[in-house]
């Protein structure tokens, strides 16, 4: 994933849009980036994956 896609994704998923949690690691949340992929889940069951092979960044 592109660097500017990481940064888009992050500004909108940084904090969890249902919770407001920014926190990330500990059983708190996950933040996982890959090649094409973004990954983030937060503790209270929010979680999104996004493709950037298919998905409208
Ligand atoms: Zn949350």
């Known amino acids: 994933m592109k ?9 909108k998923y940084c904090y969890c849009p249902s ?4 926190k990330i ?3 708190e949340g996950k933040l ?3 090649e094409h992929t973004y990954y983030r889940e937060c503790s209270c069951g929010f979680n999104i994956l996004i493709d950037d092979r298919k998905d409208e960044i």
Do not use: Q, R, S, T
């Open 32 to 34: 996982i980036v890959e």
């Open 19 to 22: 919770c407001g949690n920014d």
């Open 25 to 27: 690691g500990n059983d």
């Open 3 to 11: 660097l500017k896609d990481i940064i888009k994704l992050g500004e």
